[in-house]
């Protein structure tokens, strides 16, 4: 068969598909689009017709699914962006640090990644590129997890001090 005929003879099951797991027709459209093309690119030969119609849902099903994860992915990086200026800079964070008592036990209220690296920058004083090669971690993924703590410890700081007034 020809690539024509196969595209022909899948892309009403694919466009189905595609239709019933994203949200948008665009979307739809876009996963059809890369489902041809991976078929274009890799040429797959099929043992028969069973055999074509399951590679061309198994693919259509990762293909939204990497899709549904990158839109994931995309609206939390958006909402961390908005969120991220509401989290001190490393200054005044310290400096808002100074005189809280309870500093250890806020940051025993975080979760233990969180605590690792705020310990690491601000008790040890180590930089970003320092601690991402003692966690083991990326350094963006270092910054993340420093500004997601910091904004956790401002949040109960700031509960904090509206249960003493």
Not at 64 to 75: A, D, G, H, T
Not at 113 to 136: H, M, N, Q, S, W
């Amino acid at each position: 068969m020809t690539n024509q005929e196969v595209i022909e003879q899948y892309a009403d099951l694919v466009h189905y598909l595609a239709l019933n797991r994203t949200s948008q027709p665009s979307d739809a459209d876009d996963v059809f689009q890369e489902v041809f093309l991976r078929y274009i690119q890799k040429s797959p030969k099929f043992r028969d017709e069973e055999h074509g119609k399951a590679w061309f849902i198994k693919v259509t099903v990762n293909v939204c699914n990497s899709l549904f994860r990158e839109q994931q992915r995309r609206m939390q990086n958006e909402q961390e962006i908005e969120t991220a200026e509401d989290v001190p800079s490393d200054e005044d964070f310290a400096a808002s640090l100074d005189g809280k008592a309870s500093f250890s036990e806020l940051l025993s209220r975080l979760k233990p990644r969180y605590r690792e690296v705020l310990l690491l920058r601000f008790d040890c004083g180590y930089p970003i590129k320092v601690i991402a090669r003692l966690t083991g971690e990326n350094e963006g993924t270092v910054n993340m997890l420093l500004m997601r703590g910091k904004k956790q410890l401002k949040d109960l700081m700031e509960k904090g001090d509206d249960q003493h007034e």
